[in-house]
T-cell receptor
Framework: AQSVTQLDSQVPVFEEAPVELRCNYSSSVSVYLFWYVQYPNQGLQLLLKYLSGSTLVKGINGFEAEFNKSQTSFHLRKPSVHISDTAEYFCAVSDRLAAGNKLTFGGGTRVLVKP | SAVISQKPSRDICQRGTSLTIQCQVDSQVTMMFWYRQQPGQSLTLIATANQGSEATYESGFVIDKFPISRPNLTFSTLTVSNMSPEDSSIYLC???????????FGEGSRLTVL
């Protein structure tokens, strides 16, 4: 079974500074990778996904992530954050070869953007 | 994309009672999932609900506690039975876009059990 580790449970960052959220997953032959964002008191919204092709994936709201197969990582980055980026971010992995396409979520990283 | 509506959005329940959460999708989908998000925690899959078959439960979740119905391709319910304070969580319905592997989520149902 897959496991997903988000190394930072909380990341404080100043407005307009860059941010990187780390995500590592357990090894698998082939995976789908996702980042979701959860704003306060809301459901989850997809930020970006990696299915195949280019390892650098661009998503909504200026976020991007890079798939690194050798390091089994899928770190999320944004070069300049806004106050509105304050939210919880979840990395998720799906094993392509497993039946059911179930997603396994990481523990989440809470981003707090300070003015 | 899919638009998912959940009812209720939140509720406060008494210990020992049961509550049924409804999930309505604006398009026909094969695979629906129910997740639980305990306070300050990540999402944990409860079960997969496919139309026309019994739900498949993950380890640690049983049908007697979380019965699920899936009467058609646009609707599902999750019941939280004989609730205790430990069941206080957000319960989320999600559907799978088979071609992209993406999950779409409802807004969640926030349950507080006293």
């Amino acid at each position: 079974a897959q496991s997903v580790t988000q190394l930072d449970s909380q990341v404080p960052v100043f407005e307009e500074a860059p941010v990187e959220l780390r995500c590592n997953y357990s090894s698998s032959v082939s995976v789908y990778l996702f980042w979701y964002v959860q704003y306060p008191n809301q459901g989850l919204q997809l930020l970006l996904k990696y299915l195949s092709g280019s390892t650098l994936v661009k998503g909504i709201n200026g976020f991007e992530a890079e798939f690194n197969k050798s390091q089994t990582s899928f770190h999320l980055r944004k070069p300049s954050v806004h106050i509105s980026d304050t939210a919880e971010y979840f990395c998720a992995v799906s094993d392509r070869l497993a039946a059911g396409n179930k997603l396994t979520f990481g523990g989440g990283t809470r981003v707090l953007v300070k003015p | 994309s899919a638009v998912i509506s959940q009812k209720p959005s939140r509720d406060i329940c008494q210990r020992g009672t049961s509550l049924t959460i409804q999930c309505q999708v604006d398009s026909q989908v094969t695979m629906m999932f129910w997740y639980r998000q305990q306070p300050g925690q990540s999402l944990t899959l409860i079960a997969t609900a496919n139309q026309g078959s019994e739900a498949t439960y993950e380890s640690g979740f049983v049908i007697d506690k979380f019965p699920i119905s899936r009467p058609n391709l646009t609707f599902s319910t999750l019941t939280v039975s004989n609730m205790s304070p430990e069941d206080s969580s957000i319960y989320l319905c999600s559907v799978l876009a088979v071609n992209t592997g993406e999950l779409f989520f409802g807004e969640g149902s926030r349950l507080t059990v006293l």
